[in-house]
């Protein structure tokens, strides 16, 4: 159990800098002049900035209840990755109801 708890804390704390650098990279005005949709720079932005709070929380939660001997609260360490594919899967139907094409949320840099 110690091992499991381990690797998705480790796992918990590299997303979590990875999230950050990309919520940080999202408040440069260039950035964000590149997304097409308000709304889905706005989505990237909230995974962007909850998911570290996400992760330091739940991963707190289930490493006291490990120390407590409540192992319900183990599985807890895993609910950031729900989060990152509820959000996901919010991104992708909003993209999608937008304009009909996955993944064109951003401009490539040239295009008008």
Same mark, same amino acid.
């Given at each position: 159990m110690d091992a499991l708890l381990i690797a998705f804390t480790l796992f918990n704390l590299f997303?979590?800098? !990875? =999230?950050?650098?990309?919520?940080?990279?999202? &408040? /440069?005005?260039?950035?964000?002049a590149a997304w097409r949709s308000k709304t889905l720079l706005g989505l990237a932005a909230l995974l962007s900035w909850s998911f570290p709070l996400a992760a330091a929380g739940f991963t707190w939660i289930a490493w006291s209840?490990?120390?407590? !001997? =409540?192992?319900?609260?183990?599985?807890?360490? &895993? /609910?950031?990755?729900?989060?990152?594919?509820?959000?996901?899967?919010?991104?992708?139907?909003?993209?999608?109801?937008?304009?009909?094409?996955?993944?064109?949320?951003?401009?490539?840099?040239?295009?008008?």
């Open positions: 997303a979590s800098l !990875g =999230a950050l650098g990309h919520g940080a990279r999202l &408040l /440069a005005k260039r950035e964000r209840g490990h120390g407590a !001997g =409540a192992v319900e609260r183990v599985p807890l360490v &895993l /609910a950031p990755l729900a989060w990152l594919v509820l959000l996901g899967a919010v991104f992708v139907a909003v993209d999608f109801a937008e304009d009909g094409i996955i993944g064109n949320a951003r401009r490539e840099p040239g295009d008008s």
